[in-house]
C-alpha cells in the first residue's frame, strides 16, 4: 500500500533545476532510502513533501490527499539536517516547547515527552542542558522532536552525519522499531553502503531525477 507518492516533481530555483520530473512512492511500515550525492535534489524533495517548498510542476500525494504548500500536513514528522534544538535548554524542556507546537498539553503532553525521551535512550539525560550532549545525543534529541507526535510518516534529511559508529547504530536500531510499528520513514543520505544495510528500499536520485529504485 502506497501512502504516499511523488508524480513528476520539477522545481527550479533561478537558473538551478532543483527537480526534473523526480517520482516515486512509500509503502506502509518502509524504511526507505533518498540516495544521491549533495546537489542532487533530496533536500528540495524532502521540503517539497513537508509542504515548505511549492513545486512548479509535477503532485505529491500523502494518504491520497495532494500536498498544498505553506501547509504541513499533520501526519509528517520532520528531522531537519540542522539540529533544530535549543542548547540552552534541557532535553525535557526542548520536547516540551516542540510538543506545545504540535498541539499537545497537558497530561498528553507530559505522555509524549516521557515517551519520546525512552524511545531515544534520553530519559537518564532529560533534565541536563543541551550543550552539554555529545553530538550522537543532540542527534537523537533532533529525532525525538520530529516523532513527539507520533507521526504516520517520517522525513530525515541526513540524520546520521557527523555522528560515530555507536550512535549511528543506535539511531538505526531506533528508526527500525519504528518501522516495525508501522511508521513509513524516508531518510536521505549520500552513504550508499548504509542505504544498503540499513533501509529496506533505495531510491537513487540525481539531477533532480530518480534514475533507479529498488532493494
Keep these: 500500500m502506497?501512502?504516499?507518492t511523488v508524480s513528476n516533481a520539477t522545481k527550479r530555483y533561478g537558473a538551478v533545476q532543483a527537480l526534473?520530473?523526480?517520482s516515486f512512492a512509500l509503502r506502509k511500515g518502509e524504511l526507505l532510502a533518498l540516495l544521491?550525492?549533495?546537489?542532487?535534489g533530496k533536500t528540495t524533495l524532502i521540503r517539497a513533501i513537508?509542504?515548505?517548498v511549492r513545486l512548479d510542476g509535477g503532485e505529491i500525494r500523502v494518504f491520497d490527499q495532494p500536498v498544498t504548500a505553506g501547509r504541513t500536513p499533520t501526519e509528517l514528522g520532520i528531522v531537519p539536517q540542522e539540529l533544530a534544538v535549543y542548547p540552552l535548554l534541557t532535553a525535557r524542556e526542548n520536547l516540551d516547547s516542540?510538543?506545545?507546537?504540535?498541539?499537545?498539553?497537558g497530561a498528553e503532553l507530559g505522555k509524549q515527552v516521557d515517551w519520546a525521551l525512552e524511545r531515544t535512550g534520553l530519559t537518564d539525560r532529560a533534565r541536563e542542558p543541551v550543550k552539554q550532549f555529545s553530538g550522537g545525543m543532540r542527534r537523537r534529541l533532533n529525532i525525538a522532536c520530529g516523532i513527539l507526535h507520533h507521526?504516520?510518516?517520517l522525513l530525515l534529511d541526513e540524520p546520521t552525519v557527523g555522528v560515530d559508529p555507536q550512535s549511528r547504530d543506535r539511531i538505526y536500531a531506533m528508526l527500525g522499531e519504528l518501522a516495525r510499528e508501522g511508521v513509513s520513514l524516508i531518510l536521505t543520505t549520500h552513504h550508499?553502503?548504509?542505504a544498503e544495510a540499513r533501509c529496506s528500499r533505495t531510491v537513487i536520485i540525481d539531477h533532480g531525477k530518480v534514475i533507479e529504485s529498488g532493494t
Excluded at 36 to 40: I, T
Aim: aromatic share 4%.
Design 36 to 40: 544521491g550525492p549533495n546537489g542532487a
Design 2 to 4: 502506497n501512502i504516499l
Design 192 to 194: 550508499l553502503e548504509e
Design 20 to 22: 526534473t520530473g523526480a
Design 50 to 52: 513537508a509542504g515548505r
Design 151 to 153: 507521526p504516520r510518516i
Design 98 to 105: 516542540f510538543g506545545r507546537l504540535q498541539g499537545l498539553s
